[in-house]
T-cell receptor, first 114, second 114 residues
Framework: AQSVTQLDSQVPVFEEAPVELRCNYS??????LFWYVQYPNQGLQLLLK??????LVKGINGFEAEFNKSQTSFHLRKPSVHISDTAEYFC????????????FGTGTQLKVEL | KAGVTQTPRYLIKTRGQQVTLSCSPI?????VSWYQQTPGQGLQFLFE???????NKGNFPGRFSGRQFSNSRSEMNVSTLELGDSALYLC?????????????FGEGSRLTVL
């Protein structure tokens, strides 16, 4: 079985500051990793994904994440946030043969302040 | 390209009733997955359908069921509703091919059980 831990339920940050949202996972098999964003009253949108290859993954809206197998982490970063980045961010894990059965973390609410 | 469409967007039911939710995936997508989102449990996988066959199933009781039609549209049904079934039900579509792919989520159907 897989599990995902998002260590911070809320992260406040000032506009133009850098941010890191943390994600750790547990799995007995090789995994695929994802970050999704959910804006109020909307569905989820994929930010980026790691399937294989380079451990540094770049996504939309200037976000990037680094897969660290030894630390079982997949932290999300952005060097300079904008007010419009205020949303809830979910880390998720899938696995070979699991199709689109993803296990999600509990989410991190990013609040960008002026 | 039209996105994932879920109907109805909002509905209110009473305990013991049943409900059917509908999802129209993006054109050309053959996989439809359903997730339940609640404040307490977060996002939990219900089931995935691919080419009219259930490919994966989560850990929900038999009251939760689904199906997929030949045009890839999907429905999920919850019978004998309980208060705890109040949630946002999200549908996601993907091509369903190969490794876990990018999921495109609808805006969800918000179910309130009184």
């Amino acid at each position: 079985a897989q599990s995902v831990t998002q260590l911070d339920s809320q992260v406040p940050v000032f506009e133009e500051a850098p941010v890191e949202l943390r994600c750790n996972y547990s799995s007995s098999v090789s995994v695929y990793l994802f970050w999704y964003v959910q804006y109020p009253n909307q569905g989820l949108q994929l930010l980026l994904k790691y399937l294989s290859g380079s451990t540094l993954v770049k996504g939309i809206n200037g976000f990037e994440a680094e897969f660290n197998k030894s630390q079982t982490s997949f932290h999300l970063r952005k060097p300079s946030v904008h007010i419009s980045d205020t949303a809830e961010y979910f880390c998720a894990v899938g696995f070979t043969g699991g199709g689109n059965k993803l296990t999600f973390g509990t989410g991190t609410q990013l609040k960008v302040e002026l | 390209k039209a996105g994932v469409t879920q109907t109805p967007r909002y509905l209110i039911k009473t305990r013991g009733q049943q409900v059917t939710l509908s999802c129209s995936p993006i054109s050309g997508h053959r996989s439809v997955s359903w997730y339940q989102q609640t404040p307490g449990q977060g996002l939990q996988f219900l089931f995935e359908y691919f080419s009219e066959t259930q490919r994966n199933k989560g850990n929900f009781p038999g009251r939760f069921s689904g199906r997929q039609f030949s045009n890839s549209r999907s429905e999920m049904n919850v019978s004998t509703l309980e208060l705890g079934d109040s949630a946002l039900y999200l549908c996601a579509s993907s091509t369903g091919e190969g490794a876990a792919g990018e999921l495109f989520f609808g805006e969800g159907s918000r179910l309130t059980v009184l």
